[in-house]
């Protein structure tokens, strides 16, 4: 059983950068394909980026948040960040981590088995 605890959620202007973290126990982290999503109030949980365990750490983005986030792991802290920049206020929302032993089909939310708790951004303009 893999827990996900997620923090660096808060208030931004936009334009303005956030780092999240993910912090993660109970399993082979290195062996886990990690993945961000998000969702707003009265919305569907969104993909916002991946990132594979295997082939290097390749890493998928959804097209709105190409060229402003970015996806990384460190295997040795059992943590995956999500670094933001450029944030718009339509970026604002609670923020998701998750864990799949899979390594395809990362863009899907029905491939994760592992979700933390999430952390809320907000964005104001």
């Known amino acids: 059983q893999v827990q996900l605890v997620e923090s660096g959620g808060g208030l931004v202007q936009a334009g303005g950068s956030l780092r999240l973290s993910c912090a993660a126990s109970?399993?082979?982290?290195?062996?886990?394909?990690m993945g961000w999503f998000r969702q707003a109030p009265g919305k569907e949980r969104e993909f916002v980026a991946a990132?594979?365990?295997?082939?290097?750490?390749?890493?998928y983005y959804a097209d709105s948040v190409k060229g402003r986030f970015t996806i990384s792991r460190d295997n040795a802290k059992s943590t995956v960040y999500l670094e933001m920049n450029s944030l718009k206020p339509e970026d604002t929302a609670a923020y998701f981590c998750a864990a799949t032993s899979r390594d395809v089909g990362l863009g899907s939310r029905i491939v994760y088995a592992y979700w933390g708790q999430g952390t809320q951004v907000t964005v104001s303009s």
């Open positions: 990132i594979n365990w295997s082939g290097g750490g390749r890493t």
């Open positions: 109970g399993g082979t982290f290195s062996r886990y394909a």
